[in-house]
């Protein structure tokens, strides 16, 4: 074998994980969010920028304010799930690189002084640190049910702010009865990989 992670584990984070649709009603507590992400941090981005944002919707009104932001399909998970988390972006996530980013402290300044910029590394950081959130989840022995599938500008207005932009909501919890869809089709190596 040439990977060294154990093969359960690959299995655990990889070829036996997939998206829930649907959740027991066991609880997801705050404990497992805190060794979600003390494992996530981790993960790397571009000048350990770390600009993902988790809002946990926790509260009942919370979650109906959520719903209705969400696609129709998405909604009955969405209202039903244990634990409903809303990753976003931090725009103003260079404030924070003094402190991530030591040995160039001038980093803040030197690449991300305009908006457009950050936004853009912002983006493409978040999206990474949410993958590895997933990850992490399963990790945890839950199911993610990642969706992009909502209203961006409704959810921004409603529980974030403008320096915040929403990049996907994630149900978590116990996979519940017939969470899963058929597994679909993944390309192959050589469709993916060209060697040059």
Known sequence: MSLVLDPAAQDLLFREARTANTFTDEPVTDEQVQAIYDLVKYGPTAFNQSPLRVTLVRSPEARERLVQHMAEGNRPKTATAPLVAILSADNEFHEELPALFPHFPQAKDAFFSERPVREQAASLNAALQAAYFIVGVRAAGLAAGPMTGFDPAGV?????????????VVNIGKPGEDAWFPRSPRLAYDDVITTV
């Open 156 to 168: 921004q207005k409603e529980f974030l702010d403008d320096d915040h932009t929403p990049l996907m």
